[in-house]
């Protein structure tokens, strides 16, 4: 088969990683093979291999680069301009709604979750950190204008991500953090608790 041209590694890497999308959309993970990818693309299977890898490699990386444009979005949200506790209050709300109508991961949650649920689950580290890491400064200065004491906020962010993450692959019974008041509630309550002091040492 003739090849697309393409002028660098990072515009073929693209192109092959919007095909492998498109195909899950449309087939899932399971029933896309390389070739059928490489075929979107317009490259050849060994082209796959050479910019971004194997079948698992490619679904791997499709789902970091949409967990990398999450990301930045979140960053954007809670980046904007108000009170440090509406701008958690509008990144946790739209964590949920972007989660919720994400294409690829609703899919998954439906069709496949032994694919995804991983990701969010016994590998969630990588998720939680990056989360964390967006999180915590934001909740220090929302603590702060709400003239509660300093300490290490990577605890009540990771809370707030866990949380976060459990509203979206599992079904809410009674509360929805898509409710935007229920949201606020959630960050104050985080904002205003306590720390649980160390056990005493048995030595």
Not at 75 to 95: K, M, N, Q, S, Y
Not at 115 to 123: D, M, N, Q, R
Not at 174 to 182: C, E, I, P, R, S
Request: aromatic share 4%; no cysteine; net charge negative.
């Amino acid at each position: 088969m003739s090849e697309v041209a393409a002028p660098a590694d990072g515009s073929v890497a693209a192109r092959i990683l919007d095909a492998a999308l498109a195909l899950y959309l449309e087939r899932g993970l399971r029933d896309t093979p390389l070739s059928a990818v490489a075929a979107r693309a317009g490259v050849s299977r060994p082209t796959v291999y050479k910019h971004v890898g194997d079948v698992s490699t490619v679904a791997r990386a499709v789902v970091d680069r949409e967990l990398e444009r999450f990301f930045g979005s979140l960053a954007d949200e809670l980046a904007a301009t108000g009170p440090a506790v509406d701008r958690i209050t509008g990144a946790i709300g739209f964590a949920v709604a972007h989660a919720r109508a994400h294409p690829l991961l609703q899919r998954l949650l439906q069709l496949e979750p032994d694919a995804i649920l991983p990701v969010f689950t016994v590998a969630a580290a990588p998720v939680l950190h990056r989360a964390v890491a967006v999180l915590a400064p934001v909740l220090d200065v929302a603590a702060s204008e709400a003239g509660q004491p300093r300490r290490d906020r990577a605890g009540d962010a990771e809370l707030l991500a866990r949380l976060t993450i459990s509203w979206v692959i599992t079904p809410p019974l009674t509360q929805d953090l898509a409710d935007a008041a229920t949201v606020r509630r959630l960050v104050a309550t985080v904002l205003a608790g306590h720390e649980v002091p160390a056990a005493p040492s048995s030595a």
